[in-house]
């Protein structure tokens, strides 16, 4: 089933734009954290670490949201499965890399810059993924949750683009 076809199907409510959101956010805090333990340049681990420890704190917001609808959406299993069936074909690997258990498949990392590209892909992908469904949902609450997680990514990305122009120059200035 093409992606069309599967969102002109899907009806999302807050706690599944939520839902949505906390698994990018996971994936990424995942990808952040391995990040961090395979690069060198002492910049760049710390961009990654406080990119995770923010990742943490919007999983840790998003979820406070979630318990907050909880009681209202007891009722939604037909909902639940496609939304986790989205989950899986349209963002699972797709944003981040994989992610399975506490690790992010991230093995093939060479570099730094390599670390730093991957981390800026990922953000691309996230602000692009949520943009689209922000953009084909009609619900104003729901187009406010992808909107709030836009600008944090967007955040993200920059403050990657930044460290990476940095190394880069003193990469190419020799030192």
Do not use: W
């Not at 959101?21 to 961090?36: D, H, N, P, R, T």
């Not at 992610?99 to 991957?118: C, F, N, P, Q, R």
């Amino acid at each position: 089933m093409k992606e069309s076809s599967r969102k002109s199907n899907l009806t999302f409510q807050c706690i599944d734009a939520i839902e949505v959101s906390l698994y990018i956010e996971k994936q990424g805090m995942v990808f952040y954290e391995k990040a961090s333990s395979l690069v060198i340049d002492p910049r760049v681990k710390h961009i990654f670490t406080q990119l995770a420890k923010e990742e943490k704190e919007h999983i840790q917001t998003l979820n406070v949201k979630a318990k907050f609808l909880q009681p209202a959406v007891s009722k939604r299993s037909e909902i639940r499965r496609q939304v986790d069936t989205f989950i899986a074909y349209e963002l699972s690997g797709k944003v981040f890399p994989l992610v399975t258990g506490h690790e992010a498949d991230i093995g093939d990392i060479k570099s730094d810059l390599e670390a730093l590209d991957v981390g800026i892909e990922s953000e691309k992908r996230s602000i692009s993924v949520l943009t689209k469904l922000m953009k084909e949902e009609k619900k104003i609450d729901v187009r406010a949750i992808f909107s709030h997680l836009i600008v944090e990514e967007k955040k993200h990305l920059e403050a990657l683009e930044e460290i990476k122009k940095a190394v880069i120059s003193e990469t190419t200035a020799g030192i």
